[in-house]
């Protein structure tokens, strides 16, 4: 049964994002085991998101337990072409994903990815029939200096704008203040309900048809000890994680909260 103070339209999101972990070999021996130890629920939905190289791996050891979906964490905004090393949308579709990552912090900041880029990504996505799940979030400075609302609503806009009013309502959204990402550091459910309803409300203005639907999930040090509290705060529609999702074990402690 969903908590009676979350107002969602839809069970809960529980998102792993591997990064770079988990090849093919990992990725099939790790769904092998969680198939075995999660039956199917309708109350939740479980996404990974493995390395592209692990996409194809991991849905053939899903087979059709599709109740587990998949998605990429990058892609190129352009189709195909000389961009050497570089995943398009429709590949990653063709291998199995449903969703993509966009402007995931580290691509922000460790790869400089641009706003102007993580708005094509999300227009390719859209395109190529991934769901983008729009990464956003600030920094440390940026929360002291008092920016975290005008940082995170210039990445949404920034992301979604270019999208046309119609789709914008097919994306989900997922907060992850940088600061909080793999350092132990997790934001509190009132520091995250806080931020959740900015968005919210900008997602209202943004796609006035189904915005008020769009998931928020929330990311940054998420753990078994605080996934369910966070996960009771007010318009956070789900989690993405980083460091635990990567042994079932924990994973599962997380997606069955
Ligand atoms: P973390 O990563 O759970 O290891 O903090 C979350 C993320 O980067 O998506």
């Not at 509190?188 to 309900?193: E, K, L, Q």
Request: proline residues 7%.
């Amino acid at each position: 049964m969903r908590p009676p103070m979350r107002p969602p339209m839809r069970p809960p999101i529980l998102a792993a994002n591997w990064k770079m972990h988990h090849g093919p070999t990992a990725a099939r021996a790790f769904i092998a085991e969680l198939l075995a130890r999660h039956t199917p629920r309708a109350d939740r939905t479980i996404v990974l998101f493995p390395p592209a190289l692990s996409l194809h791996a991991a849905a053939e050891a899903r087979a059709d337990r599709t109740d587990i979906r998949l998605g990429v964490q990058n892609i190129h905004w352009e189709s195909k072409g000389a961009f050497t090393g570089e995943t398009s949308a429709g590949m990653a579709r063709d291998a199995g994903a449903e969703l993509a990552l966009v402007g995931h912090s580290e691509r922000r900041h460790v790869f400089g990815e641009t706003d102007e880029e993580t708005s094509r990504k999300c227009t390719a996505a859209h395109a190529a029939g991934l769901v983008p799940m729009l990464c956003v979030g600030e920094r440390l400075g940026e929360r002291e200096a008092g920016e975290t609302e005008a940082v995170v609503l210039r990445q949404l806009r920034a992301g979604l704008t270019s999208l046309e009013a119609g789709a914008r309502r097919s994306v989900m959204i997922a907060y992850e203040p940088v600061w909080a990402i793999g350092t132990g550091k997790t934001a509190t459910p009132d520091d995250a309900a806080a931020v959740h309803a900015v968005i919210r409300q900008e997602l209202q203005v943004l796609a006035p048809e189904g915005g008020s639907e769009v998931p928020i999930l929330y990311g940054g040090s998420v753990n078994p000890g605080n996934a369910a509290a966070l996960l009771a705060a007010p318009e956070v529609g789900g989690l993405l994680v980083g460091g635990a999702s990567l042994e079932v074990a924990g994973w599962l402690a997380i997606a069955s909260t």
